[in-house]
C-alpha cells in the first residue's frame, strides 16, 4: 500500500485547509486509516481516524469540531478538513493506513508527510 498526502501548505489563524491521502495498492487489506501530526521536538500524536467503512471516527480532544476526517473508497482517497487553524497546528500531517492481523497485532502504513503551518 502506497499513500501520498497533499493539501497542505500556509495559513492564517482562523483558516482552512484540506488535507487529502491518496491510497493505491492492495487498498483492501486496510482496515482503518486515520491521520496523525508531529510537530518539532514533540512526539507524533493522533489527529483523527476512520473506519474502512467511514462509519466510526474519533479525534484528539485537541481538533475535536474544528476537524472532519472522511474517506471515498471509491477513490481510495481520505481527507481530514482543517477549519478555525490555529498556530499550536502547525506540524507534518502524516496519513496512516492500518491492517489488522489478529493475534499478529497490526501492521501500519505511512505517507511522506505535509507540512501544515499556520502563522498568528
Known amino acids: 500500500v502506497q499513500l501520498v498526502e497533499s493539501g497542505g501548505g500556509l495559513v492564517q489563524a482562523g483558516g482552512s485547509l484540506r488535507l487529502s491521502c491518496a491510497a493505491s495498492?492492495?487498498?483492501?487489506?486496510?482496515?482503518?486509516m486515520g491521520w496523525y501530526r508531529q510537530a518539532p521536538g514533540k512526539q507524533r500524536e493522533l489527529v483523527a481516524a476512520i473506519t474502512s467503512g467511514g462509519g466510526g471516527t474519533n479525534y484528539a480532544d485537541s481538533v475535536k469540531g474544528r476537524f472532519t476526517i472522511s474517506r471515498d473508497n471509491a477513490k481510495n482517497t481520505m481527507y481530514l478538513q482543517m477549519n478555525s487553524l490555529k498556530p499550536e497546528d502547525t506540524a507534518v500531517y502524516y496519513c496512516?493506513?492500518?491492517?489488522?492481523?489478529?493475534?499478529?497485532?497490526?501492521?501500519?502504513?505511512w505517507g511522506q508527510g505535509t507540512q501544515v503551518t499556520v502563522s498568528p
Open positions: 496512516n493506513a492500518r491492517r489488522l492481523l489478529g493475534v499478529l497485532g497490526v501492521y501500519d502504513y
Open positions: 495498492g492492495i487498498t483492501f487489506s486496510i482496515n482503518a
